[in-house]
């Protein structure tokens, strides 16, 4: 599994769009990106995935370069629902189907 | 309603009692997999299955069993529970290992909270 780095914290106030960066040096042809969202005492929550330039959904943008080996999840108008940790996981342990979740990024909105 | 069921919610037990956490989904998910969560570690996988009777071990496997008869079912065992097990636990289900490529959305459970004391 390629690994990834986040910052561990981030603040934002309310209405602001969040932008969370993961760095992923060792990115893999054939991975993916995929971002998910955990709210404390639940499991993690699919946000967004994607393979190279921009995905948008409902929920969020996911920017990623040429290149690949950084990718930028970002939240428009953030509200104090968004409070929560974000989690970017990336590609296939090539020694098995392990899984292997970062620290993720504890995100925090204020009013 | 896609989704993966697990039970207890929450269980508080003595060192030793042997105990079962059950966890079923209901979207004919071939991956499945156990994991903990503890603070200041995140998720931590323990074991995962890709298949019917095929399990393997995760990054904290010791001191957990797990089975896979069937493909809804992925049952997590502690044979004798020590004070270190206690934790939060996550069961969760996806059509493919998560991160391996397209359709990685993984469903999770709603957690088990656990006391071993």
């Known amino acids: 599994l390629a690994k990834t780095t986040q910052p561990i914290s981030m603040d934002s106030y309310e209405g602001q769009e969040v932008n969370i960066t993961c760095s992923h040096n060792?990115?893999?042809?054939?991975?993916?990106i995929t971002w998910y969202q955990q709210f404390p005492s639940q499991g993690p929550r699919f946000i967004i995935q994607?393979?190279?330039t921009k995905v948008t959904n409902e929920v969020a943008s996911l920017f990623i370069p040429a290149d690949r080996k950084s990718s930028t999840l970002s939240l428009p108008r953030v509200s104090l629902s968004d409070t929560a940790v974000y989690y970017c996981l990336v590609g296939r342990n090539t020694g098995g189907f392990k899984t292997i979740f970062g620290a993720g990024t504890r995100l925090f909105v204020k009013a | 309603e896609a989704q993966v069921t697990q039970n207890p919610r929450y269980l508080i037990t003595v060192t030793g009692k042997k105990l079962t956490v059950t966890c079923s989904q209901n979207m004919n998910h071939e991956y499945m997999s156990w994991y903990r969560q503890d603070p200041g570690l995140g998720l931590r996988q323990i074991y995962y299955?890709?298949?019917?009777?095929?399990?393997d071990k995760g990054d904290v496997p010791e001191g957990y069993k797990v089975s896979r008869k069937e493909k809804r079912n992925f049952p997590l065992i502690l044979e004798s529970p020590s004070p270190n097990q206690t934790s939060l636990y996550f069961c969760?289900?996806?059509?493919?290992?998560?991160?391996?490529?397209?359709?990685?959305?993984?469903?999770f459970g709603q957690g088990t909270r656990l006391t071993v004391v």
């Open positions: 994607g393979y190279k």
């Open positions: 060792n990115i893999a042809t054939n991975d993916y």
């Open positions: 299955s890709m298949n019917v009777e095929v399990t």
């Open positions: 969760a289900s996806s059509l493919d290992p998560l991160g391996t490529g397209r359709f990685t959305e993984a469903f």
